[in-house]
């Protein structure tokens, strides 16, 4: 078993999330101590105006300083951790086009922590003619294993629903012997999920979310406005498919004109909308659907899936889990199977021909 420290910084923009984790890239030994730590708004700003870009932009490089000393500045809390998984910031996703762009370079992380980094996780998965994403579904079925080892979860599937800026979701089925097997792992992203809430926010009331869904909850969703957005060819599309942050931002343009309370509440109810479309592509109904990232912290959003959705919906830490944690976790666990050399996406996660092991390993002492 190796310490693994896993840092996460997603699409909401808030910060990085860091965590440990014990496994030998297959099962999950132990969880360990996590930390947060918040973009400042000078921070906060810098990211949000480098979205979209591309390596070449000139503004990337600042950035990516700016990524890779957070993370260091984090990565001292934990000194035991053996190896780092190394996320960087999504700023692009676009694999039918020019590829996928998480800036921060894990080879000066490496240097700066002076421990290996794996780090550059979804490259190659585009190359090979995969989404990139989500990559977080084979983590999902290693917390489905060891919760049906713990006892708290029936040998039967289960779904995951990750929301953080962009929503997705995993079918994993615990009984099946490796993340890798065929119909051990369907996901997708489901829609978007915080991000435009969060941006909505951001830009009407200079505050970072909708604290505990108290907004959205005092508005009345625009149904109209919600059918158009499902109404998008995307939403028909057969999985496995993946998101750019930004993708739905007409969804954004179209509650431009209602109140604060009815445009966050048009937003949570296209949330559980599409996360409801969803379900039609997995192989089967999951006996439950856990909630992990920011979004479970919304009540609004948690009584529309409630609502939407024909299974019961829990959050992740009904079965022992940390679900601000988990993607942190996934990325740990993720760096000890690219250190092994075993998948970390297939053909029903990412929709890459084969299982691929992505990912590049940089040592401290090396100039690579």
């Known amino acids: ?42 921070e906060s700003a810098v990211l949000h105006a480098g979205l979209g870009l591309w390596p070449d932009a000139p503004e990337v490089a600042e950035l990516a300083q700016l990524v890779q000393a957070a993370h260091s500045d ?14 960087g910031q999504t700023l692009a996703h676009d694999p039918r086009g020019r590829g996928t762009h998480q800036a921060g370079d894990g080879a000066a992380l490496a240097r700066m922590t002076d421990r290996p980094v794996v780090w550059d996780f979804r490259s190659e998965d585009v190359r090979q003619g995969g989404e990139g994403a989500p990559l977080v579904p084979f983590f999902h079925w290693a917390c489905a294993n060891w919760a049906v080892g713990q006892g708290r979860l029936p040998a039967a599937p289960v779904a995951f629903l990750n929301l953080g800026g962009v929503g997705n979701i995993s ?31 951001r830009r009407r009331r200079r505050q970072s979310r909708d604290e505990g869904g108290a907004l959205a ?50 937003m949570v109810s296209a949330l559980a909308g599409s996360v409801a479309a969803g379900m039609a592509w997995l192989p089967a109904m999951p006996a439950q659907v856990l909630i992990c990232g ?75």
């Open 74 to 87: 984090l990565a001292r809390q934990f000194p035991d951790a053996q190896l780092i998984g190394f996320h």
């Open 294 to 368: 920011g979004g479970r912290h919304n009540a609004a959003i948690m009584d529309a899936l409630a609502a939407a959705l024909p299974v019961p919906v829990r959050p992740v830490e009904a079965i022992g889990l940390n679900g601000d944690m988990l993607e942190a976790q996934a990325f740990g666990w993720l760096a000890v199977r690219v250190l092994r050399g075993l998948p970390i996406s297939g053909p029903m996660t990412t929709g890459v021909p084969a299982p691929v092991c992505g990912g590049r390993i940089s040592h401290p002492r090396s100039r690579d």
């Open 217 to 266: 909850a005092s508005g009345t969703a625009d149904q109209d406005i919600v059918a158009a957005f499902l109404d998008d060819p995307w939403f028909r599309r057969p999985a496995p498919k993946s998101l750019d942050r930004d993708q739905f931002a007409g969804l954004t343009r179209a509650v431009a004109p209602l109140s604060d309370s009815d445009a966050a509440a048009t």
């Open 171 to 201: 079918w994993v089925d615990p009984t099946a012997p490796a993340p890798e097997t065929a119909g051990a792992c369907v996901a997708f992203d489901t829609g978007p999920a915080n991000a435009p809430l969060n941006d909505l926010m």
């Open 1 to 42: 078993m190796i310490r693994a420290l896993g840092m996460m910084s997603g699409t909401s923009l808030d910060g990085v999330d860091a965590a440990m984790i014990e496994t030998d890239g297959v099962r999950i030994g132990g969880f360990g101590d996590s930390a947060f730590r918040a973009f400042g708004d000078n």
